[in-house]
């Protein structure tokens, strides 16, 4: 995240923070938030991990429509001493590492348009809200989140945000749980996702790879389309304990020596849920040539 070019909007506080302006919010908006909502919300159930499931009902609140996060955050409080606070939009990484080591995820305050239902560049209140928020109401995925942010401090020192911003991409965004039912969703950037709700887990073009925190570390990924490549974790445990005791410091020095892995890649050494045809992929760039 080249986030060098980003500057302070005036109307944000030092922390970049604004003020929600809940009764700023149209009917229309109201009707957006409660199209999307529903819609996933049928769509979840069996294939999202029951924890987003348990936490969705923090979500449940006395309003239809976008969430106010002032109740919203009573109850977020209440169940893991997180808070969700506006911004104007993408915040330098620095200050994101320190909203999220101090309990506070930052949320943009705007919704998407119905021409942009399906895809939006930047994360709106959809996906930042319904998308994050129901695990940060999940005890060990909350300090998971708040690990990530310390962890996130120290990349900055030791100039290794990019290695980081993978971790948090291929878990907190994009990431797969393993469950004896079967794979299941809980990353944000596909929860909140119609269509790749959907494709994450039943579409065959996609590898779908153990989590290894050295190889996922190594492997790049994509923002403007489906993910070629999903990391699947154990348990929030496992990966909690991958990250909240070690100082990645030696793991940045030993990957400084390799290069990294493109997308699509499967090593031998990887464990293989699925290998993926890479169809989606090719047949889109077939349609879109660079
Ligand atoms: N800013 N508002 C906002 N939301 C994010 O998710 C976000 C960000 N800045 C940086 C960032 N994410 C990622 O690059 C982190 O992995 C660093
Ligand atoms: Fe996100």
Redesign the pocket.
């Known amino acids: ?1 080249a ?1 060098s070019t980003l500057a302070k909007p005036p109307e944000a506080a030092d922390d970049w923070t604004i003020p929600q302006d809940w009764a700023r919010y149209s009917d229309g908006e109201h009707a957006m938030w409660d199209q999307l909502f529903e819609r996933q919300a049928r769509l979840l159930p069996g294939r999202v991990a029951p924890a987003f499931l348990d936490g969705l009902d923090v979500l449940r609140l006395s309003k239809p429509g976008i969430p106010d996060f002032a109740e919203l955050n009573a109850r977020l409080m209440d169940a893991t001493g997180w808070q969700v606070v506006a ?1 104007p ?5 620095a ?3 320190d909203h999220l080591a101090h309990r506070r995820f ?3 305050r705007f919704i998407r348009t119905p021409e942009q239902i399906d895809y939006l560049e930047e ?1 709106d209140i959809f996906h ?1 809200v319904f998308g994050h928020v129901p695990l940060l109401a999940n005890p060990v995925f909350a300090d998971y989140m708040e690990a990530y942010g310390r962890g ?1 401090q120290r990349a900055v020192e030791l100039g290794a ?1 990019d290695r ?2 993978r971790l ?2 291929y878990t907190v ?1 994009f990431g797969l749980l393993r469950a004896p039912e079967g794979l299941q969703i809980y990353g944000a950037g596909i929860v909140s996702s119609f269509s790749e709700s959907i494709f994450a887990l039943d579409d065959p073009s996609p590898n779908r790879i153990g989590f290894d925190l050295k190889r996922l570390m190594r492997t790049r990924y994509r923002i403007d389309d489906f993910q070629q490549t999903y990391f699947v974790i154990d348990s929030f445990e496992d990966l909690l304990r991958q990250t909240i005791e070690s100082d990645f410091a030696p793991l940045y020095r030993e990957l400084e020596g390799t290069d990294d892995l493109d997308v699509a890649t499967v090593l031998e050494s990887d464990r293989i849920d699925h290998r993926g045809t890479q169809d989606y992929a090719r047949a889109r760039a077939a349609r879109h040539p660079i």
């Open positions: 995240m986030d911004v939009g993408l915040v330098p990484d200050l994101f590492f930052v949320a943009g994360p930042d996130g945000i980081l911003a948090y991409w965004e």
